[in-house]
Nanobody, 116 residues
Framework: QVQLVESGGGLVQPGGSLRLSCAAS????????MKWYRQVPGKERELVAA????????NYADSVKGRFTISRDNAKNTVYLQMNSLKPEDTAVYYC?????????WGQGTQVTVSS
């Protein structure tokens, strides 16, 4: 059974930091591209960051470049999103995604709220 379980969300003040984690099981994690998306109610889901299967290449949305860092630990079947210098506009539900060919798996999401 495929599972992606996000954790690490919460309430943080502007300028603060959070680290999201996504623990994967039920598939060969090390062969999948992993991505973080976010979604605000009433808006489309937005790609935030992506990392290749071996972790050699990463990609970021312009809105988070220089502030967010995606990484993965294939030994722990976990992908991370380090979020620094958080802004109120980063408030969203953050989702973990695993993709390879026809395989396309999603987590349940974790809420991140940036507010003073």
């Amino acid at each position: 059974q495929v599972q992606l379980v996000e954790s690490g969300g919460g309430l943080v003040q502007p300028g603060g930091s959070l680290r999201l984690s996504c623990a994967a099981s039920g598939f060969t994690f090390s062969t999948y591209v992993m991505k973080w998306y976010r979604q605000v109610p009433g808006k489309e889901r937005e790609l935030v960051a992506a990392i290749t299967s071996a972790g050699g290449l990463t990609n970021y949305a312009d809105s988070v470049k220089g502030r967010f860092t995606i990484s993965r630990d294939n030994a722990k079947n976990t992908v991370y999103l380090q979020m620094n210098s958080l802004k109120p506009e980063d408030t969203a539900v953050y989702y973990c995604n695993a993709r390879k060919g026809a395989g396309d798996y999603w987590g349940q999401g974790t809420q991140v709220t940036v507010s003073s």
